[in-house]
């Protein structure tokens, strides 16, 4: 049974009934969650799972600490705040320690939508057979997932704060291979309507069946037209050194850069949960509503993001992007909006004499943490482009390049998309064409 | 447990299940940190559920709960069951699994000193002493400190009649300091990055490990880094050492001799492997002098991967992955071996928790050690680079082009370890790095490495492997590339 406003009241109440805490805080979530994975042309893997927590934080004479259960009957209620409270008194004081917020305001977000709630194992099935279907017209290999789900999320502190969201979520993602070839897509959203599953398997289709027989590439510096989701999968690595906490703490690459002209001048980023193509609930870990903040502007690094404790210690307001405490890690922008252009991935390639036309990346470390030297792998989908046309397919290559230096050299964009990866949290980011791209290595496939 | 169990078996079997298996899985966690000399992270959780997983009509389905009602176990079988009859839509045979036999048996993994018993006050006095001595140092600007417990407590039932209870506790501890200077972040990790050293045992882990003697070292390397050369261009004689060796078989042996990858289970996300079926017994995987092994027997030791039976119900066993450079087995469950006509799974299959279904994952795969000491190795390599402890990690979805970083390494000319280096890397293919392999040194510097966060699945299941490993050489391996422009 999923988490209503109410049921969390109600929880919360028991919560102060036994908590003896100088103040206490409760985070309560539901979670219902159903993925459908194939593979070989059949489902071989389909899940389903429903769960619900309590996690109770408690704050007694300048300690903190949380402790969390699944069980909700009394007993257990009663003990979990025993635990929250037992922990935060084995601990040194911490002077710095902030009171609860109080009561706060949040703007309305709509992200509920009944048919993602209601999608059935049957109609998942019947969707992922239509995949099937297409794979097999042309002789293909299918693999992927269909997925859907509801999640609650209340938070509650003694001082009278509230707040709750609940927001669906969809997922379809799509591999199909052929003869030493793939291709792949995918989309998430809180609508399944909005997943369009049968536009995903023919792109991966046709991406698969267009790099059959990929060639060697020697490796080096090209010109790229980068689609989304590598996009995406390359932007996930910097945005966690945009949180204020990272740069007190020097172990952002942000740090003593602040105000400097970081990237290009066609560079704008933003975080900004209200977007229509993001998602997530419009509070953070300690329920302070999150604000827009704008990071990049015309290349220069303007803004960070801030929770409660941070912004006291370097002199900010906050923004509303805290992690629950107690936490090592402060804050993160988690709603990323990048500003794109005009072009479309025909116009870039159009315009590349020779490069590398690439539709995901794969398995992206951090080489470097202050230059953000990502090293990783083409995957699905890599063309090698010549006189503005897609040529062929190319064995895939391994990279290692500068994210910072990547923003310098971006030419042309797209459009901004709600996108899915798999290294990163979505984001609204558009494709990319940038010049010298720096590949290390190939592979035999 | 049991009640929950039982009623859920015995309500899939009168569904119509034609196997049906379930676990009851109650996991305890507190996890502890501490960052610059404040107390980070203090909490404690814990989660008790339940898995079906039923085939029906020749097809699998799952569902999972927290809701031990009758009402919510009858609930959740029901779900399982009609998940099993929408698979069966898009199917292309029926599931077929590897004979197993009837168990009915208990075990609980050796813990000498419960690390729930240690007063919380006595581990974060032991961890801000340990941050005091990283800070000591100049220009160690972050110092962090953890130290992680788990307690799982599991029961497995299956209508082949097995009853299987399981109690494991697992520890980890380190620390890192990180130095921020010029336009530069080093970071030194002990006794490993990424959370340290992790083994199913007890806090005796923390005491063994010596956090505190440690820490001047750790912290003084840390902040030399700025100073010290950048690891050349080239291609050079390369010594790992042992926990970044225990890493490279995890990402270059352990993943692709899952079975379920080979067989295209993962293709769309974690991947496929290059060891495809006509390599079993064929391919020359290593030198000759490499022998690894897939052991979750707790003879092997106190590893991630240790267990008397995997989530199936399959006893652990010790399986021979590359004897004398040959490849001789993957990593099985009791589908995958039934596919590929092997007579039973090797008890591979885990689950993360009571809400995962099983897949099949690494038990404790370790390079089996050859002879003599670090010092005797480095004596014996004329030119060349020692690495230790990484720092970053790739590698493709074939698992063959790899690329490793470490946090620090050292050149060595003339048998002498020499001057430090820093921001180290090196790469290559997995067979033709393996093949490179010259030497191996002895069981006295083999440890068993705990790997607590490998990822796999779709949902997204986290699982601690194990990888024992003494440092060993490899030869006109390239290296510096990660830097190279």
Not at chain 1, 378 to 388: A, K, L, Q, Y
Not at chain 2, 7 to 15: E, G
Not at chain 2, 147 to 157: A, C, K, P, V, Y
Request: hydrophobic share 35%.
């Amino acid at each position: 049974m999923m988490l209503t406003r109410e049921r969390a009241k109600d929880i919360f109440r028991k919560v102060l009934k036994y908590s003896t805490a100088d103040e206490t805080e409760a985070f309560i979530t539901s979670a219902s969650h159903s993925l459908t994975r194939f593979a070989n042309n059949s489902i071989h893997q389909n899940v389903a799972e429903e769960g619900m927590s309590l996690s109770v934080r408690a704050v007694v004479e300048q300690r903190t600490a949380r402790a969390s259960t699944n069980k909700l009957d009394e007993s257990s209620i009663r003990q979990v705040c025993e635990a929250a409270l037992a922990l935060a008194r084995l601990q040194p004081p911490n002077p710095e320690l902030l009171r609860m917020p109080g009561p706060q305001m949040y703007r309305a977000v709509d992200r509920f939508h009944s048919e993602s709630a209601e999608l059935s194992p049957q109609a998942r099935a019947e969707t992922v057979r239509a995949a099937v279907e297409r794979a097999e017209k042309d002789g293909l290999t299918a693999a992927g997932v269909y997925s859907n789900g509801v999640s609650v999320t209340a938070l509650f502190n003694s001082r009278g704060l509230e707040a709750f969201h609940e927001e669906t979520s969809a997922e379809f993602s799509i591999t199909m291979m052929k003869d030493g070839s793939s291709g792949w897509a995918k989309k998430t959203s809180p609508s399944c309507v909005e997943l369009e599953p049968e536009v995903l398997a023919d792109r991966a289709a046709r991406k698969a069946l267009e790099s059959q027989q990929p060639k060697d590439i020697e490796p080096g510096k090209y010109a790229v037209v980068l689609e989304p989701a590598a996009v995406l999968d390359l932007l996930g690595f910097l945005f966690f050194d945009f949180g204020g906490l990272s740069v007190y703490e020097r172990r952002s690459c942000l740090t003593d850069r602040i105000g400097q002209k970081l990237f290009g001048e066609n560079i704008n980023v933003r975080d900004d949960v209200y977007h229509p193509l993001q998602a997530g609930p419009p509070f953070d870990g300690e329920g302070i509503p999150r604000q827009r903040v704008n990071l990049v502007e015309r290349g220069v690094v303007k803004n960070l993001v801030y929770a409660r404790a941070t912004a006291r210690k370097m002199g900010k307001k906050p923004t509303g992007h805290g992690f629950p405490l107690p936490n090592e890690y402060g804050e993160a922008p988690m709603n990323i909006v990048m500003d794109g252009g005009k072009s479309s991935i025909d116009d870039m390639v159009r315009s590349t004499s020779r490069g590398l036309l690439v539709t995901r990346l794969w398995y992206i470390r951090e080489v470097d943490p202050y230059q953000k030297i990502l090293t990783g792998m083409t995957r699905d989908g890599t063309f090698w482009i010549e006189d503005g046309e897609v040529r062929h397919g190319v064995k895939n290559l391994r990279f290692n390049q500068s994210v910072i230096e990547m923003l310098n050299q971006v030419e042309m964009m797209g459009p901004p998309q709600r996108t899915a990866g798999e290294e990163s949290f979505e984001m609204v980011v558009p494709a990319m064409k940038v010049k010298d791209f720096n590949f290390s290595s190939s592979t035999t496939y | 447990m049991k009640e929950y169990g039982v009623l859920a078996l015995d309500a899939a079997t009168s569904q119509g299940a034609v196997y049906a298996d379930v676990r009851v899985m109650d996991i305890r966690q507190r996890y502890l940190s501490t960052k610059n000399g404040e107390t980070a992270q203090v909490r404690e959780s814990e989660s008790l559920g339940l898995g079906v997983r039923v085939i029906v009509n020749g097809a699998w389905g799952f569902a999972a709960t927290d809701d031990l009602s009758r009402q919510g176990v009858l609930g959740c079988v029901l779900k399982a069951i009609e998940i099993a009859k929408a698979s069966a839509l898009v199917k292309k045979k029926d599931i077929r699994l590897a004979p197993e036999r009837k168990i009915v048996d208990q075990w609980e993994a050796p813990c000498r000193i419960d690390p729930f018993s240690v007063p919380v006050s006595s581990c974060i006095d032991l961890m801000l002493k340990v941050d005091a001595e990283l800070r000591k140092v100049k220009n160690v600007t972050l110092a962090e400190v953890s130290l992680d417990f788990n307690h799982i407590d599991q029961l497995f039932l299956s209508n082949l009649g097995s009853e299987i209870r399981q109690i494991k506790t697992q520890t980890g501890a380190g620390f890192v300091a990180t130095s921020f200077a010029g336009n530069e972040i080093q970071r030194r990790s002990y006794p490993n990055s990424f959370g340290g050293q992790y083994q199913t045992k007890g806090y005796e882990l923390v005491e063994e490990l010596d956090l505190l003697g440690n820490a001047p070292r750790i912290a003084e390397e840390a902040a030399a880094l700025h100073a010290c050369d950048q690891c050349p261009v080239g291609e050079t004689d390369v010594i790992l050492g042992s926990s970044q060796l225990g890493l490279q078989i995890h990402e270059s042996i352990g993943h692709p001799i899952e079975l379920d990858r080979v067989l295209g289970a993962e293709a769309n996300y974690a991947g496929m492997s290059f060891l495809t079926l006509d390599k079993l017994g064929h391919l020359k995987y290593a030198a000759d002098i490499v022998n690894v092994v897939a052991d979750a027997t707790p003879a092997h030791g106190p590893g991630l991967g240790t267990f008397a039976y995997d989530d199936e119900g399959v006893p652990a066993q010790n399986t021979p992955i590359i004897k004398d450079g040959l490849f001789t087995g993957y990593l099985t469950s009791r589908e995958t071996a039934a596919e590929i006509g092997q007579e039973r799974s090797n008890g591979c299959m885990r689950a993360e928790g009571w809400n995962r279904i099983p897949l099949i994952r690494m038990t404790n795969v370790s390079l089996l050690p050859g002879k003599g000491r670090l010092e005797d190795l480095i004596a014996d390599t004329d030119d060349g680079i020692y690495m230790e402890t990484n720092r970053s990690w790739s590698i493709d979805d074939r698992r063959y082009n790899f690329q490793f970083g470490t946090e620090i390494g050292w050149e060595i000319k003339h048998g002498k370890r020499t001057r430090m280096l820093k921001n180290p890397s090196y790469g290559g293919i997995t067979t033709e790095f393996w093949n490179s392999c010259d030497a191996i040194c002895g069981p006295e510097e083999w440890t068993l490495w705990g790997t607590p966060n490998c990822g796999k699945g779709q949902p997204m299941q986290t699982m601690g492997t194990g990888h024992g490993a003494s440092p060993a050489r490899f030869r006109k391996v390239r290296v510096g590339m990660a830097y190279s422009k």
